[in-house]
């Protein structure tokens, strides 16, 4: 069964810094894309980012840019959201999920595994 487990969220203060990190229990995440997605209460799920296989394409939903870097460590089965300049309404649950395939493609489409996520607060 392919897991991913996602950690380093926390309660963090306007302005400040997280890294989350996501990795897979017993399987390989070097040959699929993954997309980081969140949910803030009271909202429907939304897309944050994704990053293709080997890394070398990346996007990202327009409310994060400039602020978030995804990357991949694929050597260590691990990929990240680092995430700067925190907003309130960058509070949610953050998801990550391995993609069928090696590109992103869509954001929503061909996602076969979801973590169960992590919980970013954003406040003073």
């Known amino acids: 069964q392919f897991l991913l487990v996602e950690s380093g969220g926390g309660l963090v203060q306007p302005g400040g810094s997280l890294r989350l990190s996501c990795t897979a229990s017993?399987?390989?995440?070097?040959?699929?894309?993954v997309a980081w997605f969140r949910q803030a209460p009271g909202k429907k799920r939304e897309a944050v980012s994704c990053i293709s296989h080997s890394g070398l394409t990346i996007k990202y939903v327009d409310s994060v840019k400039g602020r978030f870097t995804i990357s991949r460590d694929n050597a260590k089965n691990m990929v990240y959201l680092q995430m700067n300049s925190l907003k309130p309404e960058d509070t949610a649950i953050y998801y990550c999920?391995?993609?069928?395939?090696?590109?992103?493609?869509?954001?929503?489409?061909?996602?076969?595994?979801w973590g169960q996520g992590t919980q970013v607060t954003v406040s003073s």
């Open positions: 017993g399987h390989t995440l070097a040959d699929y894309a």
């Open positions: 999920a391995k993609k069928r395939f090696s590109m992103c493609g869509g954001y929503d489409v061909d996602i076969e595994v």
